[in-house]
């Protein structure tokens, strides 16, 4: 086998994610690699927890990047918050919520489910019920974007009940940051992780998360020591927290954190509320492109995320062959249906970079062509 140089293709992504990385971030990623713990990159550290701060509007002391992806981020919310014999409530409506009771039941915790259907929105209704018939439940976990299906709930509703009734909330904002407002301060989320690769743009493997003083006093008082020891952020607080002198915990990722830092300034410059707008815009051009061709969305409008657009694949069209097609003539990556929606629907991300006008007119005309 004769093995060269790797060049990827130039491809426009508009699947679920990762998304397009713009020029300044890989650029970044580039950079000359310094030590982990040279001044100038605690320095580094320290603007990086203040910009995932501003993503996430929150002022929480223990907000850092996961050296892993958002799966890690996930599982470092479970492992750290959900303790052997814990009852918590997980709100799942596609994918990514079997993955959270898959983690508290990894987590020695017993799962409280509850169920709606793929392509709606968590039902605050049916939450509540949970909440009043399990009072000794103590947290509630939920994803605010559903990537599977491209459903946004209410995270606002459903922490603000979690809170009447006393539990903590684990809120999975991998698709969510920076596409649609997370407001981490003032809804009271307790946890909180997203992913690097979606609408922050940026090279995939990393997660953002952030812990409120009350998850932070549950962490640091739990009576059994995190099973995960990569993950168990009393050790990770010795080398992102706050005040303490920075200690190895494990080498981090030097130059992937810069191109994080990167891409969280562009979101800055921009402005966050701003990026939530363009995506909302670019999502209505995208809306009507696919209603003139007599293409049906999963999802009602009102329960819409404008970054994940699930089309349902019209009768007699061939899902793999489209999506081939896509790739080999146009370079052009979009998603396919997972799990019971497999087969079902197309996918098609408009995230953080690549939500732009450009990328609407070349998806639409691409899809208009292939389907002929
Ligand atoms: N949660 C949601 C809602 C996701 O969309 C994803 C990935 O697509 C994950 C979690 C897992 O993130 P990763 O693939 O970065 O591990």
Redesign the pocket.
Known sequence: MSITTFHPPSRTLMG??PSDVSPRVLEALARPTIGHLDPRFIDLMDELKHLIQYAFKTGNALTMPVSA??????ECCFVNLVEPGDKVIVCQNGV?GG?MKENVVRAGGTVIAVDDEWGTAVDANKLEAALKANPDAGIVAF?Q????TGVLSDARALTALARQFGCLTIV?T??ALGGVPVRVDEWGIDAVYS?S??CLSCV??L?PVSFSAAAQEKITSRKQPVQSWFLDLNLVMGYWGQGVKRAYHHTAPVNALYSLHEALLILREEGIENAWQRHQYHHQALRVGFAAMGLDFLVSENEQLPQLNAVVIPAGADDAAVRSRLLQEYQLEIGAGLGVLAGKVWRIGLMGHGCNQKNVLYCLGAMDAVLG
């Not at 992806?69 to 996930?74: D, R, V």
């Open positions: 679920p994610g992806p958002g799966s890690a981020g996930m990514f993955r994803v974007a559903e990537t599977s999975d991998v698709t992913g690769q979606k995939p493997g997660s």
